[in-house]
Structures are given as C-alpha cells and as structure tokens.
C-alpha cells in the first residue's frame, strides 16, 4: 500500500528550527519528485518545497534560505528543515508524492512563544 506518514512537527519557540519527516512506504521514494506543502485555516494548501527524482531542489521566494528539502537515499524518509522558526510558520505540513498525488496526514507545527 502506497503511504506517507509525516512527523516531528510539534510547539516551537521562535527562532528555533525543526526537522520534519515523511516516512514512505509501498514505493522508493528517490525514484519520484517529492514535496512538501503546508496549509493554515482559511487559506489554500502552499507548495513550500520541492526535491526532484535527481535531487535537484527548489523553493519559493518565501522560504528559500530558511527551508531544506532532503531524501535519505538509503531509507525512506523525506526531510523538511526549518530554520529561525516565525510565528507565520504556523500550519500543518503535508508530504506529498507529485505523481498520483499521494498525500500525508499532515504535521502540526506551531511557533508561539
């Protein structure tokens, strides 16, 4: 069965940093371009990250230098870095293989002193 599980989201002071992770089963992740999305109440889901099957990366200009995309070649796991957390970081965070549009449950992130 085709599956993505995200974790590691959680409360973070701002300024702080979290490493998310997308665990992957029924498929090998480094075979497909993977990203990362999140979403707030109100507003529609926002790609924030994107690792093609090569390993090329890209980001939009709102995160680019704060925000890693990375994939464990030897296991599974899809990784979201965040650096110097801010209060607008706040959303759930989706995995998401782009072909077939497989999608995790999603991951809480809140920044808030």
């Known amino acids: 069965q085709v599956q993505l599980v995200e974790s590691g989201g959680g409360l973070v002071q701002p300024g702080g940093s979290l490493r998310l992770s997308c665990e992957a089963s029924?498929?090998?992740?480094?075979?497909?371009?993977m990203a990362w999305h999140r979403q707030t109440p109100g507003k529609e889901r926002e790609l924030v990250a994107l690792?093609?099957?090569?390993?090329?990366?890209n980001y939009p200009d709102s995160v680019r230098g704060r925000f890693t995309i990375s994939v464990d070649t030897a296991k599974t796991p899809v990784y979201l870095q965040i650096a110097n957390l801010k209060p607008d970081h706040t959303a759930v965070y989706y995995c998401?293989?782009?072909?077939?549009?497989?999608w995790g449950q999603g991951t809480q992130v809140t920044v808030s002193s």
């Open positions: 998401n293989r782009t072909i077939g549009g497989i």
């Open positions: 029924g498929f090998t992740v480094s075979g497909y371009a």
């Open positions: 690792i093609a099957s090569g390993g090329h990366s």
